[in-house]
């Protein structure tokens, strides 16, 4: 009974966070979608997934959909969708009977030797998958860093802008003080010139 | 775990993939497409969830489920930077106007 009720509340909630028109209520249903899923994932015995799917999943994406959508804002778009209805409902139909027809009935062929506890089968039978989890984030985080990052031209950096004003600084000190000390006396003097009362010495040599 | 339980769990995962099917393709807005993308990964989760139920392997599953939570993670938070980043400099985020800008 519990179980039709989740796959009812889980199928609404997916419905609505598609046919919504505003990007916050289908961020929203889609939490409720997520919180629903841990519950089904608790009654089927997957205790720590269910945890981790309710704090990532309906917790964390959640905030960054509505941070995401109140930096970008809404934007209402009336316009027909680019495949028709029609076809994309006949698409969508013809691909869930395959699937049925390939899925049911499900083989329930369970495994007879004892499982590992979950630490022994994340950390030695599916290291690699960790290590690769490590790589995925710090690979996340870089394209993010590099996606929100603002490209600015090197004269506008404020290091380079700092050193302009200084060196600009420094040049209109340099011309104040000498001015200050004579006025013009940073024109370069002139040489002297010989007039007509000057007269050379005549040196006799022994 | 009996038997119905595991038919409602694999119809749950149908409804889901087709629900998450129909949004990528007929949504227009790329938040929207994002979010039929997380819809689709819980569609899987589920699958791994229910298949480690059938086969008696429960936390085998809950590893590959751990990883997969990580993975659609980190796609939607690529996903929403490029969506930011295209309002800014495009202005819209119509997927049909973007396929027609010129550079």
């Not at chain 2, 393709?25 to 790329?30: D, E, I, K």
């Not at chain 2, 997969?68 to 400099?89: E, K, N, P």
Request: hydrophobic share 55%; aromatic share 6%.
């Amino acid at each position: 009974m519990i179980n039709l009720v989740l796959f009812f509340a889980i199928l609404t909630g997916a419905i609505q966070s598609i046919r919504s028109k505003r990007l916050i209520h289908s961020a929203i249903w889609l939490a409720g979608v997520s919180a629903m899923l841990s519950i089904f994932f608790f009654k089927m015995g997957a205790n720590q997934v269910a945890v981790i799917e309710l704090s990532v999943g309906a917790g964390l994406v959640t905030v960054l959909f509505i941070f995401a959508i109140g930096v970008a804002g809404e934007e209402a778009i009336t316009a027909r969708p680019i495949i028709p209805r029609v076809l994309t409902l006949g698409l969508v139909t013809i691909f869930l009977v395959l699937l049925v027809w390939f899925i049911f009935p499900p083989s329930t062929t369970v495994s007879l030797t004892p499982e590992p506890s979950l630490s022994t089968v994340l950390w030695e039978e599916r290291g690699l998958d960790v290590l690769a989890q490590i790589v995925l984030i710090f690979a996340g985080v870089l394209g993010l860093l590099g996606l929100l990052a603002e490209a600015k031209p090197p004269l506008d950096q404020p290091m380079a802008q700092e050193f302009i004003v200084k060196r600009q600084e420094g040049l209109a000190e340099l011309v104040r003080e000498s001015d200050q000390s004579a006025p013009g006396s940073h024109l370069p003097e002139e040489p002297e010139r010989l007039g007509e009362h000057d007269s050379v010495k005549e040196v006799s040599y022994p | 775990m009996d038997l119905s339980s595991i038919n409602i769990g694999i119809l749950t995962i149908i409804g889901l993939l087709g629900i998450g099917f129909y949004g990528l393709l007929a949504c227009r807005n790329l938040i929207k497409i994002v979010i039929a993308l997380q819809i689709l990964v819980k569609a899987a989760l589920l699958g791994f969830v229910t298949a480690a139920n059938i086969s008696g392997k429960v936390n085998l599953g809950q590893s590959m489920a751990i990883t997969v939570i990580v993975a659609d993670t980190v796609v939607a938070v690529v996903g929403m930077a490029l969506a930011i980043q295209v309002r800014r400099r495009m202005g819209t985020l119509d997927v049909k106007k973007l396929s027609n800008l010129r550079g």
